[in-house]
């Protein structure tokens, strides 16, 4: 037996046959993707990308839909766009809901789940129950609170009528149909917020409650010092999901309010809607799913700015 | 369920802190209730009848509106619609998004992470934003008013959410299965057959179900996308029914109720995957 | 069955150089095992004898055949794999049969292959569980089991008992040893045991950061290490080292304690070396004085760390030895089964 | 549960593509039609069409009303596109014609067809010389009322000469405790008959011409400005019901049935709808209605003579075949219009035609409409989408307050100088 390795004389390496880039595996690889991936890449491309680009560039014209935009006005659109109330009110509208999202469902959201995240008697039904305004589609949401706050024949007009008053018609109001839509949207959205935050609880490790009582914790000092702080991820993402819902927020509002009254729950993208779509002013309306897209993309930024600056 | 109370204080008998949460979960429920229940008690009342009661039981039962939306045939029409739509685009869907995901989550090669960055991009953009150049788009290809119209911007808008969980999920498979499979004589292809796609179901199910609700329920492309009352999925037809029927309230209720009825049967039947998936998809952060 | 040859082997990952210069010859139905500590490489090595690894560069023959650029199913070779990697969704029997299935052989014989490896494997009660209804143990088999029924060229074993608590380790052991004498198939076994190494393989290759240390059947690297590294890692209780100088004829270590030296050491007057003693040849009775610290009775053995110079010092005697912490104890050791290594090169002398 | 099989099957053909009827010429056919009846009486004479042509299928589509407009451009450049479809005229037709995607019948109405209408009715599918479509209907807007209310009120419709007048009963009716005007709100377009009722009766003819012209301040002119101030004068006496910003059209045709208010500015189309859509399915009786023009303003250009309201009818897609235009020769004809007429169902624009409506209301509106010395079309149809909705926008404000009249003219304004 030979001991110490000495250099097998059977045949040096072929240094052109070795330096090949690719093996077989590789090049099964290769073609895998080249099989696989098309399929999802082109209906990427044609429908998502694509679109996003071309919305850019019809920003850049006026045109009414018929046959190519040609009438080229640069920023004109968005010069427009921004010197609107409307657009302002829109913008607002967004920002209200995000608010409302993160000061009011999102503790809502939060408290019922250390309340469901317990076992308690029924707590499996009253996650089903909270949950399931969210299963329902944004539309029918919509058009049960229209009968609600119908003044003529909803809850309201049946509260009016027990308290004598005049009939009141909410949604009429362009002082108060945003705060009534505002209702509807937490109604919608808590209990999936819930959700969120109960399988966040659930991935806290259950030593850390002991250890924190071990340690003297009252019950709320648990709470302040141990189970919120390791919240903060769902926090993160529950408002991750409250933004993305606020600015793609279309189908509750049509048939509640359709942007009114007077403008005044009109959000990003039923202004696109109402002023772009149906007035067929196509460039105009682009500029608006543009400057959308650019939230989008500052929002994503920031998101992930801030997510990673605490991961370190 | 954690068999550990976060709170130890609850196991006292008779908590007062118990209580309190009863009473604050019984209000919650209330709210959330109170318009369900009405609506669907409303499609039993007549008109006169909702407006002086609405909370209460019908004080005469009328079926007929509800068997009259049930034999009339514009109610399958929207549900067959919405169900050829949603089930054909989660075909799509779910056919892209495990091909690709597969392919993220196994094969190397050049490029992958900017590929999957490029398609990850799509997670954060509302198909909303879009929806003036997808109507031009489709447009173009031929497609307006068409089922493929809605089903293909549908799919493409879901691919970002469903290849990230499923890749997510693809790459919890150990590596030594894929390892073993080649020792074994498979290729990648053998692999996803045989190995991946098997072993897969329950995120394709959790996939599929959440592409299948968003799908369901969806509303502004097949409104900007859609003509004919005869290809309208359900939350156009409703919108329809509700156009016609303004504010004869009980006969809308009536026809919302039997609209949700199988998405809530559904929910019941699925709601495991649900929240499940949207809790994994919670992963992405 | 087949030979296994591997020229000038060369693996980098972008620019970290993970295998040096591997030469290795595998004699048909040889039992060589690669060991070595985690990161040296070994299973690196395994993954690219399967295939499941590119080779940057040098040669590698299986039967002769240059296999460089064969994909895994073209190398006809099998793997078992630490965590098993049994298809959670398929029964013993068709986790077995899968690859003959891949083959497309037909269903009768893929059947009667089955049965007769689950009959070596003592699996035949078992085929149509899956996977979650066995015991680690069973799993380990079917793992077994699915390699032998390719009758392959070659079978890898990548870390195959790891997983496995110490009883079933060891009669896991005898069963894959016994396997091997029966089938008689070349066969390439990666640990980081040393002690499955000693008793499985015909021979070690010892592995440490890339390259190979030494190449040779187990007695021999245990009676001859050809350095620090295959000298420290081979044997347990770990061999203990001491620095010092080779002065009249003996070794004197730093600690203050002095040894005769070997009779084949090639050595000079005034050499700097390291030295080396086994626990297991230190005899009790000698000149050099350690001082115990702890004394660890295992019933057949007395295992004793002692202090030399600020330094440990282990001894393991095969009587019951009653000494206490504090104690002074006086020992020695045969000189022929001491080594002395190059304080440099770590290299024996 | 046979009919979701049937619908999903029909889907499925669908999805394939039918290739069925490929030597036959298909005609396809848009409308907006919202009334049932009216479209099963549609799809009989397309099907009756069908019958007596050998090889001719009409294929008709429909178009939920709200979003027919904004789709129609889209899906006219589509290979989905109508072969006719139903228009408003006005702006639209204007830049449909610029966009070259319309058919000229010029030709087909040179051959005699032009003289089965009223020229006025030709002139409103005219542009640059060309005739682009066949007119169908007319339709003009004044106020419905309930003579029960009115009476009570002690006030007398046909008194109701002038602008002041109208504020007068209104005030009158208030103080019986009825809600003197049903408006519905929430479409806009109800809305914006006030506002430019009052331009046409304060600018006249002349005033609309000058402003689409450019003339001097164009919409932000003195007109203008004034027909928002009188608008405002109107609104300032609180005269709809509660709600009425939120309130759906299509309610209010029912309520005034209903008796819940004395009247409301509406098109001719009222007359049927206030019986159909009301609770009792009866609604106001021919003795119950009464129906009077918008007032004039005085001071103002126009007279009471003049009509507001729409003259609406059928454009023809570049690629129709001759079988569409026949088909439309066909559904103009005065056998077809007559019976459309005698169903209270339209004014029909057919020479004769107008002969056989069988209501008192549709033929007085007949008769103005044929009188008047100037119909202006519907400003959102005449001025186009993009302008058209922004005077509804602009006249929903003043409704509630939200904008003074001198800014609701100069937005009006705005979007024309961007249109």
């Known amino acids: ?312 | 369920m954690q068999s550990e109370p976060l709170d130890p204080g609850l196991r006292k008998p008779w908590n007062f802190v118990l209580l309190y949460k009863y009473l604050v979960l019984g209000f919650v429920t209330l709210l959330i209730i109170a318009p369900l229940i009405t609506t669907a008690l409303g499609g039993f009342k007549s008109a006169a009848d909702l407006r002086t009661n609405p909370f209460g039981l019908p004080t005469v039962w009328h079926w007929n509106q509800y068997t009259d939306i049930l034999l009339g045939i514009d109610y399958w029409r929207y549900m067959g619609n919405s169900m050829l739509i949603s089930a054909i685009s989660v075909f799509v869907t779910l056919l892209c998004s495990t091909l690709a995901a597969f392919t993220f989550a196994h094969v190397k090669f050049f490029g992958k992470e900017f590929i999957v960055g490029y398609l990850m991009v799509g997670l954060l953009f509302p198909v909303a934003t879009a929806i003036l150049p997808l109507f031009v788009k489709v447009r173009d290809m031929g497609l307006l008013n068409t089922y493929w119209g809605v089903i293909l911007p549908t799919s493409a808008f879901s691919l970002g959410m469903s290849i990230l969980l499923m890749r997510n999920m693809f790459e919890k498979l150990p590596r030594e299965l894929l390892s073993a499979a080649l020792v074994d004589g498979c290729g990648y292809i053998r692999f996803f057959w045989h190995i991946t796609l098997p072993l897969s179901r329950p995120i394709l199910a959790t996939v599929g179900i959440i592409a299948f609700v968003a799908s369901w329920n969806q509303y502004v492309l097949p409104l900007i996308l859609l003509n004919s009352e005869e290809r309208y999925p359900w939350p156009l037809g409703i919108m329809e029914y509700q156009g016609e029927f303004t504010t004869d309230w009980h006969l809308i209720l009536a026809f919302v109720t039997l609209t949700v009825i199988p998405a809530i049967v559904v929910f019941l039947a699925t709601q495991k995957y649900i929240v499940a998936g949207l809790t994994a998809g919670a992963v992405k952060g | 069955m087949a030979t296994v040859e591997i020229t000038n082997i060369e693996k980098y990952y972008g620019g970290y150089h993970a295998l040096n210069d591997i030469n290795v010859d595998i004699a048909d139905g040889e039992f060589v095992v690669l060991v070595g500590p985690s990161g040296c490489g070994k299973s690196t090595l395994l993954q690219m004898i399967a295939g499941l690894e590119t080779i940057t560069g040098g040669e590698l023959r299986i039967g002769g055949d240059v296999v460089n650029y064969l994909p895994p199913k073209q190398r006809d070779i099998a793997m078992v794999f630490q965590n098993y990697a049994l298809y959670p969704h398929m029964t013993v029997g068709q986790n077995m049969g899968f690859s003959l299935r891949i083959r497309r052989d037909p269903a009768d014989e893929i059947k009667a292959k089955v049965e007769r490896a689950a009959k070596i494997l003592n699996l035949d009660q078992l085929l149509d569980r899956f996977p979650r209804e066995l015991s680690g143990g069973q799993r380990q088999r079917v793992a077994m089991g699915r390699a032998i029924v390719r009758e392959p060229q070659v079978f890898l074993f990548d870390e195959p008992l790891s997983n496995l608590d110490a009883k079933l380790r060891l009669s896991m052991r005898t069963e894959i040893k016994e396997l091997h004498q029966r089938l008689k198939t070349t066969t390439i076994y990666v640990t980081h045991d040393q002690d499955e190494a000693m008793t499985m393989a015909d021979r070690i290759v010892v592995m440490n950061t890339g390259v190979v240390s030494q190449i040779g059947a187990p007695l021999d690297l245990y009676d001859r290490p050809a350095n620090t590294f295959v000298a420290g890692f081979i044997g347990s209780p770990a061999m203990n080292f001491m620095d010092g100088t080779i002065q009249g004829g003996k070794f004197q270590a730093a600690n203050g304690s002095s040894w005769a030296l070997p009779s084949d050491a090639k050595v000079t007057e005034g050499q700097r070396c390291t030295f080396g003693v086994r626990p297991e040849f230190v005899e009790a009775g000698g000149d050099v004085a350690a001082k115990v610290i702890v004394t660890e009775p295992t019933g057949s053995e007395t295992q004793i760390v002692a202090d030399m110079g600020g330094e440990h010092f282990t001894c393991l005697f095969n009587e019951r030895i009653a000494a206490q912490p504090g104690d002074t104890l006086k020992i020695g050791a045969d000189p022929e089964k001491c080594h002395v290594f190059d304080i440099e090169t770590g290299l024996r002398l | ?419």
């Open chain 1, 1 to 312: 037996m030979t001991d110490t390795p000495t250099p097998n004389s059977i045949s040096p390496p072929r240094q052109g046959f070795s330096l090949r880039p690719a093996n077989a595996l590789n090049r099964e690889g290769w073609v895998t993707a080249a099989l696989f991936l098309p399929p999802a890449l082109l209906l990427f491309t044609l429908f998502v990308v694509l679109p996003m680009g071309e919305a850019a560039y019809f920003s850049l014209f006026k045109w009414n839909g018929f046959g190519t935009p040609e009438d080229y006005r640069g920023l004109y659109n968005y010069e427009r766009l921004i010197s609107r109330d409307i657009f302002k009110t829109a913008l607002w509208n967004n920002m209200l809901v995000i608010l409302v999202s993160v000061f009011i469902q999102l503790p809502i959201a939060c408290g019922l789940a250390i309340i469901l995240a317990d076992k308690i008697p029924g707590g499996n039904i009253f996650r089903l129950l909270f949950f399931l305004p969210y299963v329902l589609a944004e539309i029918v949401a919509g058009l049960i609170w229209r009968f609600v706050y119908d003044g003529d024949t909803g809850f309201i007009a049946k509260f009016t009528e027990w308290f004598d008053l005049p009939a009141f018609y909410i949604l009429a109001e362009q002082d108060y149909a945003m705060y009534a839509i505002l209702a509807v949207i937490v109604w919608k959205y808590f209990g999936f917020h819930m959700m969120l935050f109960i399988a966040g609880l659930q991935a806290i490790d259950r030593d850390l409650y002991r250890a924190a009582r071990v340690d003297g914790a009252s019950a709320w000092q648990v709470l302040r010092f141990v189970t919120l702080p390791l919240l903060k991820s769902t926090m993160k993402l529950s408002i991750f999901f409250a933004v993305l819902g606020s600015l793609q927020l279309f189908d509750i509002i049509m048939p509640m309010t359709l942007g009114g009254p007077s403008d005044s729950t009109q959000t990003m993208v039923t202004y696109l809607y109402n002023h772009g779509f149906i007035r067929a002013k196509l460039g105009f309306g682009s500029a608006i799913g543009t400057v959308l897209f650019i939230i989008c993309v500052v929002f994503a930024v920031v998101y992930q700015k801030g997510f990673f600056r605490d991961a370190e």
């Open chain 4, 1 to 419: 549960m046979r009919n979701l099989v049937t619908s999903v099957a029909a889907a499925a053909v669908a999805l394939a593509g039918s290739a069925a009827f490929a030597e036959d010429v298909v005609v396809k056919w848009l409308h907006q039609q919202g009334s049932e009846e009216v479209r099963e009486y549609w799809d009989k004479l397309a099907a009756d069409y069908s019958a007596r042509t050998d090889g001719v299928t009409i294929e008709v589509q429909h178009i939920e009303s709200q979003s027919f407009k904004a789709k129609l451009t889209t899906l006219l450049q589509s290979n989905d596109a109508p072969h006719f479809f139903y228009s408003w005229g006005g702006g639209v037709m204007q830049a449909q014609v610029d966009s070259g995607t319309l058919r000229d019948v010029t030709a087909e109405m040179g051959d005699g067809w032009a003289d089965t209408f009223g020229e006025a009715a030709v002139g409103a599918f005219t542009y640059k010389d060309k005739i682009w479509g066949a007119p169908y209907l007319a339709n003009l807007v004044g106020f419905w009322y309930n003579k029960q209310m009115f009476a009570d009120a002690g006030v007398v419709a046909e008194d109701i000469k002038t602008w002041d007048d109208l504020l007068v009963a209104v005030e009158k009716l208030k103080a019986t405790g009825v809600v003197p005007i049903g408006l519905g709100g929430m479409q806009k377009w109800p809305t914006h008959f006030y506002y430019t009722h009052l331009m046409l009766r304060i600018g006249g003819q002349q005033g609309f011409v000058d402003a689409v012209n450019e003339v001097g301040d164009g919409f932000a002119g003195e007109t203008y400005i004034r027909a928002g101030q009188e608008f405002k004068r109107l609104v300032d006496l609180d005269p709809f019901q509660p709600g009425f910003v939120a309130a759906d059209q299509n309610n209010m045709y029912g309520a005034l049935g209903d008796g819940e208010h004395a009247m409301q500015l509406m098109g001719s189309w009222l007359y049927g709808r206030q019986k159909s859509k009301s609770k009792d399915g009866i609604g106001l009786t021919d003795d119950e209605l009464g129906w009077f023009p918008f007032p004039m303003v005085e001071g103002g250009a126009g007279t009471a003579e003049e009509t507001l309201g729409g003259i609406n009818g059928w454009l023809f897609h570049k690629s129709a075949p001759a079988e569409a235009v026949d088909f439309v020769k066909y559904f103009l004809s005065n056998e077809v219009q007559e019976d459309m007429a005698k169903r209270g169902w339209i004014i029909p624009v057919a020479r004769g035609a107008d002969a056989a409506i069988a209501d008192p209301f549709q033929s007085e509106h007949s008769a103005r409409i044929a009188n008047s010395p100037y119909h202006q079309i519907f400003y959102d149809q005449m001025l186009g989408p993009d302008v058209g909705l922004v005077v509804n926008d602009m006249a929903a404000e003043l409704a509630v307050g939200n904008v003074s009249p001198e800014d609701a003219a100069a937005e009006i304004q705005d979007a024309w100088l961007d249109r």
